[in-house]
């Protein structure tokens, strides 16, 4: 049963376009929601989170968007770049639960 | 800079094998994960500990065992290697209370291949 999909595996984006990258998910109980970057042969970090008591948390180039009527979240890039390239993990818990449930990744690649 | 570190970045087995894999972390946090990253699949929990000696199975805990005797060290085990176990093992590590309790830091993985 899978709590948090992300639905397309691999996303490929112009250079200096915006990328972004969906995420779902299906209990109503998670409240906070993170996204993780991952490049090859590394672990994963921690890029950019949101509580589910805002629709919108920006750092940067990033944004992440929540919806939660729609149970749906999102990572917005902009301007994407080159090392922008790297698989995107979306990730959900609910507050002291301590455990974090994650998608399936989507691989996202960026275009000179 | 939080550190996470994992004794071998690549490892080969074979069947019926008992496997070690350790993971240690400089930050003084509570928490400490086993994860395994299979394609398609994403990052799936195996086991994870809040503090020494406690352990709670994860997601898939099926073929493995974990051990925490000391706070920075987190060791995943896998009693009898078999093929359906070959995979990258992601350890992580948090704070179990903060304004970003919640925020993992990963190790650089594990690369098992069993024969």
């Known amino acids: 049963d899978q709590q948090v999909k992300q639905n397309s595996p691999s996303l490929s984006v112009q250079e200096g376009r915006i990328s972004i990258l969906n995420c779902d998910y299906t209990?109503?109980?998670?409240?906070?929601f993170l996204w993780y970057k991952k490049y090859p042969a590394e672990g994963p970090t921690f890029l950019i989170s949101?509580?589910?008591?805002?629709d919108k948390n920006e750092d940067g180039r990033f944004t992440v968007f929540l919806n939660k009527s729609a149970k749906h979240l999102s990572l917005h890039i902009v301007p994407s770049q080159p090392g922008d390239s790297a698989v995107y993990f979306c990730?959900?818990?609910?507050?002291?639960?301590?455990?974090?449930?994650f998608g399936q990744g989507t691989r996202l690649t960026i275009n000179p | 800079d939080v550190k996470v570190t994992q004794s071998s970045r690549y490892l080969v087995k074979r069947t019926g094998e008992k496997v070690f894999l350790e993971c240690v972390q400089d930050?003084?946090?509570?928490?400490m994960f086993w994860y395994r990253q299979d394609p398609g699949l994403g990052l799936r929990l195996i086991y994870f500990s809040y503090d020494v000696k406690m352990k709670e199975k994860g997601d898939i805990p099926e073929g493995y065992s974990v051990s925490r005797e000391k706070k920075e060290r987190f060791s995943l085990i896998l009693e009898s290697a078999s093929t359906n176990q070959t995979s990258m093992y992601l350890c992580a590590s948090s704070f179990r209370t903060g304004p970003i309790q919640e925020t993992q830091y990963f190790g650089p993985g594990t690369r098992l291949l069993v024969l």
């Open positions: 949101i509580s589910s008591i805002k």
């Open positions: 990730a959900a818990l609910i507050q002291g639960a301590q455990k974090l449930v």
């Open positions: 930050m003084d946090h509570e928490n």
């Open positions: 209990n109503s109980m998670f409240d906070y």
